[in-house]
């Protein structure tokens, strides 16, 4: 017996504290259906931030790619990674290697770079025995709870993100950049705002700043869309922090977070932004061969700790170059 038939409506089951669910027949062509129901899984995605859907039965990378490509035509390729991933089909890509009893806190996915994925895809292959949600977070919601005079602030300078490359942490150079050439690199850098140092040692330090604060491009709602917290110093468990300034100084962590005029960020920040994104998430356990989209735009997302072993496919796509991605016109200019 086929999906259920392309014409019928899709119902939605709206649960306290869970993202929305859309529960289909298990027994049919994947692709296909959801290619029948591409604009109907948008509106969805785009009303309720984000959509998990059960019952597809996904069971490999060659058919969520096919999946992930009738729901949004061309996948995006990845730039400005900040860790390496795995390519296993066109387009899509491992989950972000994290340490699995370590939280990876709530962010907007690539929200440094100009041009944006607007929708982000995930396809559970195999579900964690304990933990491991890909939980989600409203992004206008956020912004409302936060102190007015933070937002504020963040919103009139942006924020700031420093990377320092080495071959030891993090993506390398040609992970980041897809070449190392250092020309291309500095050309790539100037056309994205993105100010460069070569250190003494031949490494590559970089600052961009970006919008905290934007407007979602179809609704309209002012949106706290960045990876403040994520990519901060103070985010890292203390033996880590305490690990890598050790080795790399305040000043050569592979990855950190400022406010825009390039002040450090204290730990109490960072402390209220996580649980304030904590207070706002919806979370549901995987369970394998599920579909989750998510506006990368209205909703955050993260990847809790988790036991046992997990996969869960990624795929970005719909890049979108916001309008007010940087905070005042002189950033264009560096």
């Known amino acids: 017996m086929p999906f259920s038939s392309l014409a019928a409506p899709l119902e939605v089951e709206l ?4 993202p929305a669910l859309l529960r289909v027949d298990s027994r049919g062509d994947a692709p296909n259906w959801a290619g029948g129901h591409r604009e109907a899984l948008r509106a969805l ?18 058919q969520v790619g096919a999946v992930f490509a009738r729901i949004t035509g061309e996948l995006m390729a990845e730039r400005e990674a900040f860790a390496p991933r795995e390519t296993l089909a066109p387009g899509v890509c491992s989950a972000t290697p994290w340490p699995a009893n370590q ?4 962010h907007h996915e690539l929200s440094y770079t100009l041009d944006v994925p607007s929708l982000m895809l995930f396809a559970c292959l195999t579900a964690a025995t304990e933990g491991g949600a890909t939980a989600v977070a409203d992004a206008g919601e956020v912004l409302d709870a936060l102190p007015a005079s933070l937002t504020e602030r963040f919103e009139r300078e942006g924020w700031l993100l420093t990377r320092s490359y080495n071959d030891e942490i993090g993506a390398s150079l040609a992970e980041s950049f897809g070449t190392e050439d250092r020309e291309e690199i500095e050309r790539y850098c100037r056309a994205n705002a993105i100010e460069f140092t070569w250190r003494a040692d031949g490494s590559l330090h970089t600052e961009q700043r970006r919008s905290a604060v934007v407007r979602h491009p179809v609704t309209g709602r002012r949106c706290w869309f960045n990876q403040i917290a994520f990519l901060n110093e103070w985010t890292l468990s203390p033996e880590v922090r305490e690990y890598l300034v050790d080795m790399y100084g305040e000043d050569g962590l592979p990855f950190n977070t400022r406010y825009g005029d390039g002040t450090p960020i ?6 209220l932004l ?14 394998a061969g599920d579909l989750l989209l998510v506006d ?15 996969q869960v496919l990624v795929g970005m796509a719909e890049p979108l170059r916001l309008a007010d991605g940087r905070p005042t016109p002189e950033a264009s200019e560096r």
Not at 297 to 308: D, K, L, M, Q, V
């Open 266 to 271: 204290g730990e109490e920040v960072v402390e």
């Open 45 to 62: 995605v785009t009303e309720h931030g984000a959509l998990l859907v059960r019952g597809l039965g996904l069971r490999d990378a060659d």
């Open 274 to 287: 996580n649980s304030t994104y904590e207070a706002h998430t919806r979370r549901e356990p995987w369970q």
């Open 103 to 106: 939280p990876m806190c709530m």
């Open 15 to 18: 649960r306290p504290h869970r």
């Open 296 to 310: 990368n735009i209205s909703t955050a997302h993260s990847r809790e700790p988790f036991g046992g072993e997990r």
